[in-house]
């Protein structure tokens, strides 16, 4: 795609017809990995009879041709509560997809810090965190304070009441007390992924 | 005072002649200890002049007459940054002048979780924790976690730019993923040091 | 659990064969009461059928197996208008379920304040108030003003308009000319109780 | 003035040689009262030296030429805190200078309900109330509930935090539980008093 | 019911058979109006089947039992555009219900100024003007011009974006650069109405 | 300039020197005028003092060299209140300096509908309406509904309170119910006028 | 129909029996287009049944009567990403049958500069470009500076998170660094084209 | 320090002793840079007199003691208006001092397209880019479309009215189309530094 960016459509509000066409497009116009987010079952089943050799990531909600052979950058996508598992879900499974090398660490809530430097270890060997929280959005400092690598925080629109619907969490990570954390919007598992791919590039151009 | 609470009266935009006016009152009608918050320097100098006996503490902007007996009831006051400090010492100065016992820990932000937890043990010593904490506010949800008594937040309007002078640790702390960590107005260290009276007193009531 | 809080699970967005499997599991590692909120009645009766010993109050949403034996810590748990009905339930059959002693006082708003006042004795007797109070939240004020023991304040999004789902209320409280209040996130009659059993729990460790 | 009301000029913003121009002409043009609110003492002086005859109110911040005959309609002016005493005497000032009768009750905020009550016959004999209130606003809907006659709230814009200079005392005495009350702007004294004007005209019009 | 009010049900999120048992109650206990708000259609089917002598408006979606007797209070509801209808009905029916006399003047919004003008007429002869609008709020100013009388603001939530459901109305209204006029909530009809009962009750009393 | 607007440098928050060095580049680069905005009186005495031939209108806190020939195309620049007069000076003189034809209208708010009537005249030989109002912003929507050129709506911060600095002014302005008007942003006198040259371009370019 | 513009009706939250019976009051009582905005399918089929001589546009939800011919004012519509479509279709659709030349420029997003900078040319021809995004609404900035024709800016409801309901896009745009861009309400592609509509009339008085 | 990250003090809100004595301890505590942030220069002048060897660079405010050698990491800071200069001075210096290669790009405000294109040859060689850019915060969108490498957007507080502080600038960013660009705090040029920091720490591990 343009600038070296992967081909992800945004599912969400597109009929089956229009994923179809566009996704028909797209792997004519080049060789790369194509996804479609957001996209619910009953369209993904649509779309994978009409254009052979995808596959559905259902917990992702996510539609993948071609993924790209897992390079050597590896990804750590930590969450908070069950609840914001679907999130990292979209983060995890679009990073896979598109190259990334992704483990996943969940249930480590700053309400139960043990669990969080329980995988401590596991967290210094990752080229970059994705963090996953909502509520407070605590976790992206703690994590933050434990790493030095990038991290890219995403805010999630769980919770209710003071929670705004994720607006807290996003605001919260922003006005976080650990250095050089960033954000990306609202439940934007597939954000912090690219954010992530923009990172390897970088990387691999370095080193290669 | 009425219901059995300590009198405060809050020094803010109010001139020394009225401060002095109410004090007086105030040390007449009843013996308990007789608080004034928000007192700057100056104002300070003309009402304790005015009105014998009187004790301020800068740091705490607080004037204090007849404080209580320090007590059995053991708060901590835990602070994050630097910029916390003024906040967490009105809290400390009010709640030892109405005696609770008052233990301070400075420099805990939850991006440096060693720290915080190399103080757990004095955390779990705690009949009440009061979390003083700007920017994002994650400490109180740390801490929450941390120990079983009752935990107090006070957002404070500490930082810049998405912090929105407090208004999102309030929010922050409110969505908290820790249970039963109840939050007091932004900058409120007087809220918070009577809020942990309250309980005190339940105790004292209780164990009398 | 952890730290010597109660298990409690967040029924909401959870599906049963998920509740399911997470209560069988609490129940086997520990031995005190499990409790699961906001459950839909279809989802409870899914639940019950499971896993044996279990009840339902459908009032309070809440599912509990395992109830602690009631303690001599009194909590009265006040609301203002009918709608803030569910939310006071929560708050009781949680702190019921975790051990504590519950009264109610119903439909004391405080545009009715001589129903208010009669209730003042009751009140009195307290060791903590919990007050449900949505619209404009000032029966917190109003109670804060009234009795001397801690007072967790829980907004809640009844109302319409200027109301904004509870935001006004919580700000209201946090805003309260009482001295000492604390407030929890809106319509979470689960953190008042909680509050109120971190409190309890000081008081049954300073007696025993 | 234009459709019967009296005139009144906005102070704040103008030079005193606005006001005195402004002035001049209003008492030329007409033969009622003529007003001018939010006057800082040393405007207020300059416009007095240059324009007879009038009177500066300094607790009010009001400047007044011409006031009318107190009337038989009778307002009551009821405020909550020390804060709240400048805007409820530009209420008191204005009502009076346009011809109510005017009586005022000071701290009265509902966290002490029997200073409240002990004013319940007084709030019983007037033709309007007008309550005057700041952070949560609550005193608004108290005594909404205990009079049958119109009550207009003000909210002011005192406290802090979570008071929102005023919006949050706005919000709330909108969604108050008190049927029939009416809300003017944040420190709006004079509101207020133009609310109670236009209806002291309506009795008069019947009575006449 | 308590200090003259009629009392007026609010219906919304209540079951018809707890309409049914609150309207049986306050018909046994006094003598008066009884009102059910925000009724909708197969609930006040229900109700009416149940409770004998009562009467619902479907326009306004109120239920009244015991209406009172027209008085020679007059109060002219006008409303801006078509989707501020259902608010205006609601704010005339429970008007009309509690013995007002009432007048409606609909679509003279602000961008149609000679049909408003043409009504100036009408409105002059008003004791209060309900004023119902939505969108930017504007028609309350206009009003507030023309008239010397009180008037009542109703901000509705029609409209889309930038109407933000209401909430500008409400500010917008409260900003007016007319002078005392006052605000209720939000698609308040039922608020209006009861304050202009207030008005008409002080009227009441001064000529009687 | 570039694409054919004039070059107008924003002077808020630019050192003098700032402002000398480009209003130099600006006058070598090109032949048309050259307009720097929100100067305040010093800094333009200096930069007068240091380019020549530069006009300073101290009401509008404009900086002008080589004004544009008066043209054909006629502004009505309309403005509610004292306070909006500022703006509009603004406005009015960003537009004469780029060659509009300007006439002023001051004083019309919708609270005096009779004064705005007075113009309808003025108004509808207009080209384009310029309308500048704070407070509630009343004023666009009645002017939308007058004439039927364009209309371009500036909000202004004048006000208190529920007036938010602008927002509300620019929120209502949006939601208005006049059909077609726009609106730039909030104090923008300088946006209004570029909006007009624009449209004056247009009509120059159609007619040519 | 009055001032000059064209009738359009509000379709949204009209029954189709309401639609039909303004609409033909409308035809009646002049001779211009009638215009409903905002019908879905099943009313359109409704009204046209009934109405003869009327289209339905299905992709701009709007009904037309009598459009007008077109002349020789030319609108540009210019949308960001497929999202934005509706929005877009609405201004063009209502913009046509008002009688403006239209033409409609997709998919050029500002994350996309070389698609944009492809349609300059086009875009340069444009008497006035309607720019309609969503998200963060930059397309209005990057438009702003290429054109110097009038561009009327429309925020959309699209995206998620941040981007809140469109308001996130409204308030960018009018904080916008392209001098003299305006801006209509959220989702009004209506507005937008009454505002060219406006501009249009003008052109054609002066070159009449 | 702690976990790699360089040692930074936030400068604002301390006292120069203050300022001294952190200093002090870091630069005996470790042997890497250390930076304070938020100098105004009288603090500046009185640290420098008391701790040795350090530089100040007014424009970014910033204090460094033993900058860090040059990397081969190039980072390039972009920035729109002449009023987001401050921010991007700071991002520079911060990024200077801790060893990553820096480069400018000014004035590239996307009003003006086609200076931003003349860039994109230097943007492309980046191996990060940081955009700082107030009011609509456009830019960020921008370049995240012209560059694949890592974009970190940071808000700045700029501009008046709808900008709301760097609110509608940080939501923006959030909102934005161009897929992977994350965002830090409002006017936090020190935050994106960091940011890059931790980016260029991987490349060195993984090029090690
Ligand atoms: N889940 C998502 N959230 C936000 N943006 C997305 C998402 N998935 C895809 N996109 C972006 O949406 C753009 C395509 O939008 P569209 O033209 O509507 O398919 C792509 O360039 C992606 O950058
Ligand atoms: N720092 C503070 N913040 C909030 N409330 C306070 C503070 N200090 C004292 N107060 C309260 O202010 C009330 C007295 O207010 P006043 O009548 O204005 O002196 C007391 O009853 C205290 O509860
Ligand atoms: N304190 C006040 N708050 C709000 N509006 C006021 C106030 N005092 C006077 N006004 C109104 O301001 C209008 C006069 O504004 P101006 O033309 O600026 O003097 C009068 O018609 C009054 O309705
Ligand atoms: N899509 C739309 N968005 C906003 N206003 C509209 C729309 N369509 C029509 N209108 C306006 O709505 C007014 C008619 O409203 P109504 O009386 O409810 O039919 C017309 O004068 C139009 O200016
Ligand atoms: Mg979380
Ligand atoms: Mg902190
Ligand atoms: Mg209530
Ligand atoms: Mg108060
Ligand atoms: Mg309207
Ligand atoms: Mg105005
Ligand atoms: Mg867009
Ligand atoms: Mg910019």
């Given at each position: ?22 996704v ?91 669990r ?23 976790l ?17 629109s ?17 006005a ?29 151009r370095?080193?290669?």
């Amino acid at each position: 795609a343009r600038q070296g960016l992967p081909e992800v459509v945004y599912g969400s509000g597109k009929t089956p017809e229009q994923v179809v066409g566009i996704v028909r497009t797209l792997l004519r116009h080049n060789d790369g990995p194509v996804l479609v987010t957001r996209v619910e079952p009953e369209v993904a089943e649509f779309v994978l009879a009409a254009v052979p050799d995808g596959v559905y990531d259902g917990g992702a909600r996510l539609l993948v041709w071609r993924p790209a052979e897992p390079g050597g950058f590896g990804v750590v996508v930590a969450s908070a509560g069950t609840a914001d598992l679907p999130v990292a879900r979209e983060a995890a499974a679009v990073a896979g997809a598109v190259g990334l090398g992704v483990t996943t660490v969940t249930d480590v809530g700053v309400a139960g810090l043990h669990r969080l430097l329980a995988e401590q270890e596991r967290l210094s060997t990752a080229d970059t965190v994705i963090v996953v929280a909502g509520m407070e959005g605590a976790l992206a400092s703690a994590i933050g304070g434990l790493v030095a690598c990038p991290v890219v925080a995403v805010p999630t629109s769980t919770g209710y009441g003071a929670g705004l619907e994720g607006i807290t969490a996003l605001l919260a990570m922003h006005a976080s007390c650990a250095a050089g954390i960033t954000v990306v919007n609202i439940d934007s598992g597939f954000g912090a992924a690219m954010a992530a791919f923009r990172l390897a590039r970088v990387v691999g151009r370095r080193t290669a």
